[in-house]
């Protein structure tokens, strides 16, 4: 017998009916008009405690990726001068633990894994199903950032992202964005705009949000990043990866980049 807690100890019902049409409708309308939903305590305190517990106790696993990268998370293309806007090198410095570190019974599957919190994304993103990557490693991810390590600008190459912070850092640690930088769909890559963001020209916005709070974000067309952690205490993410199409996962030289490991 499964002693395991079921979802419901770990998400608010009360405070996010999430199998309410109604509620999911209201929801979808300010993520379709903001491209950006927190939904504040989301997650049980029980839940947060647990999950920090036990991401803290893997945290000397955690790979960090030394290496730089430009805003599209592409390599450099060598016929364009160093300074531009494509080849601009900026710094990630968080460290991760990819799906297959974190624990069998951890609450981060309870949820990933759960019917009624998938149909739940699929009514706010607007797709049928949602679907885990293909790969062994990078469904579910806890990342990492200690005193001084950041999230540098770029855009997402998925269509949506599905976080949730764990553990706040003293100061730092802000997640800032500028919305509609591009058209990704049209093939716009925006030069002139990021430069401006990457020179501190254009305004930049900042989402808050607390550990516990379930975050929804579009970020292909809009840039992002986080500021370096301040303080001796570490900000902690877990990140809650799906596709809106079955069998696809990342390629060898993606997870090389992400997780210093192919497998």
């Not at 920090?52 to 945290?59: G, I, K, L, P």
């Not at 706040?168 to 890559?189: C, H, I, L, Q």
Request: hydrophobic share 35%; charged share 20%; proline share 6%.
């Amino acid at each position: 017998m499964n002693s395991r807690p079921q979802i419901e100890a770990w998400i608010d019902h009360t405070r996010h009916p999430i199998n309410d049409a109604a509620y999911q409708n209201q929801r979808r309308e300010e993520f379709d008009q903001l491209g950006a939903l927190v939904l504040r305590r989301f997650f049980s305190p029980e839940f947060v405690n647990r999950v920090v517990a036990e991401s803290t106790d893997r945290q000397s696993e955690a790979f960090y990726a030394n290496s730089t990268h430009n805003v599209y998370l592409t390599p450099p293309d060598p016929r364009l001068p160093e300074h531009h806007a494509f080849n601009r090198q900026l710094v990630s410095s968080k460290g991760l633990i990819a799906d297959d570190q974190v624990p069998q019974e951890s609450p981060l599957r309870d949820v990933y894994g759960n019917n009624q919190f998938r149909s739940f994304l699929c009514a706010l993103l607007g797709v049928d199903s949602v679907y885990p990557y293909a790969d062994e490693l990078s469904s579910i991810n806890v990342h990492y950032a200690p005193q001084g390590r950041e999230l540098g600008w770029h855009f997402d190459n998925s269509s949506f992202a599905v976080t949730t912070l764990l553990q706040a850092p003293e100061k730092g640690g802000v997640f800032e964005y500028v919305p509609d930088v591009r058209n990704s769909d049209a093939g716009d890559m925006a030069f002139s705009r990021v430069d401006a963001v990457l020179n501190g020209t254009e305004n930049v916005f900042q989402l808050e949000f607390d550990p516990g709070d379930l975050v929804l974000f579009r970020g292909r067309n809009a840039m992002h990043r986080v500021t370096p952690t301040e303080g001796s205490v570490t900000r902690i993410l877990a990140v809650f990866a799906y596709n809106d199409q079955a069998g696809i996962g990342l390629s060898a030289s993606a997870l090389e980049t992400f997780y210093g490991r192919a497998k």
